[in-house]
């Protein structure tokens, strides 16, 4: 889809394009996994909630990660709009996703649920592009995948160590883009997130002001900076921080029983001592953030992750050190 122009463009003309494709559509599946799932809902304990840093936001503790489950297409076996339709049924409120998971198709199942639901939800998607115009196009692309003509909250994808953060700022910037969408009301907040270098990581909030961080929080060594020298930087800033790779991303290669190598990605984790989800979850909650993204690969997986959050208590200090010492 063309851009009417990336030069003093208008929200309505930003949103003219395609709005007219934002048809509301639901599958059987769905329908049938929301009316199943009502008396559970009614019955079931609250999911706990907790502030996005300064925004004035309220969002659940457990968020919905946009890979594992929610990537995948639709197919006899798999429905990723029922895990949505579950997720806002129990109480989770916040969405993650971004237009490179699996080249949209995960922006794509989740609009299908927003089409209905979308005043329910606390939206974040992401953009891979560094640049002013490819910002405007990517978002609007992830807007009609989405069927939606807002998001809450854009953030700039994937900080590199080697990120040019003096380019960000520039008139054709990323910076530049994001902050006319919000103006225009696209979206509500700005974000970054990464989770290669703790240290440019800390460059970009120190240098330029973000509503959030959404970056690698886990007990495994090598995520240290990340726990000492970033998410410090980010709470005395009053950031939103989101936490992900809680279970060591990917395969869940932090979880007992999950296979102890990583097979996907560099930036996934591992250990040669394994510990319970429960444990992860309740760690990650521990620390000093706003919400924990996990990526769920059905219905069940959800379900048993709400559970795990609604019951976690808080560990202390010294619980948190053991279980950094023990997992190495």
């Not at 851009?3 to 509301?24: H, N």
């Not at 649920?113 to 979308?118: E, W």
């Not at 989770?195 to 440019?200: G, Q, R, T």
């Not at 790779?245 to 190598?261: R, Y």
Request: glycine residues 8%; hydrophobic residues 40%.
């Amino acid at each position: 889809m063309k851009l009417p122009s990336c030069t003093g463009l208008s929200r309505r003309e930003f949103l003219k394009s395609f709005t007219a494709a934002c048809a509301v559509t639901q599958s059987a599946a769905t329908l049938a996994a929301d009316d199943a799932l009502s008396s559970v809902a009614r019955g079931g304990a609250t999911l706990p909630q907790r502030p996005l840093g300064k925004t004035g936001v309220q969002v659940s503790a457990l968020a919905l990660g946009g890979v594992i489950g929610m990537q995948l297409p639709p197919s006899a076996d798999h429905d990723p709009m029922a895990i949505a339709e579950t997720a806002l049924n129990l109480g989770v409120t916040y969405f993650d996703t971004a237009p490179s998971y699996n080249n949209g198709q995960s922006e794509t199942n989740y609009g299908h649920v927003l089409a209905r639901r979308r005043k329910e939800v606390f939206l974040a998607t992401k953009t891979g592009d560094r640049t002013h115009d490819g910002t405007l196009r990517s978002i609007e692309a992830s807007l009609k995948r989405l069927q939606t003509d807002r998001v809450d909250l854009i953030q700039i994808h994937g900080i590199s160590p080697t990120e040019d953060l003096d380019a960000w700022d520039k008139s054709v910037g990323v910076l530049a883009a994001l902050r006319k969408l919000r103006d225009q009301k696209v979206t509500r907040f700005i974000g970054l997130t990464g989770h290669d270098s703790a240290s440019k990581l800390r460059e970009a909030i120190e240098r330029y002001e973000f509503d959030t961080l959404l970056t690698t929080l886990n007990p495994v060594s090598r995520r240290l900076p990340f726990r000492d020298e970033l998410l410090p930087v980010a709470n005395r800033k009053q950031m939103g921080v989101i936490a992900m790779k809680v279970m060591g991303g990917g395969n869940g290669c932090l979880v007992t029983g999950n296979p102890l190598q990583k097979v996907l990605r560099p930036y996934h984790d591992q250990t040669a001592h394994q510990v319970q989800p429960a444990s992860l979850i309740r760690y990650t909650l521990s620390l000093p953030v706003s919400v924990a993204v996990i990526g769920m690969a059905s219905v069940e997986q959800l379900k048993a992750n709400i559970r795990m959050v609604r019951e976690a208590t808080s560990m202390t200090v010294a619980e948190r050190r053991e279980i950094e010492t023990a997992m190495g």
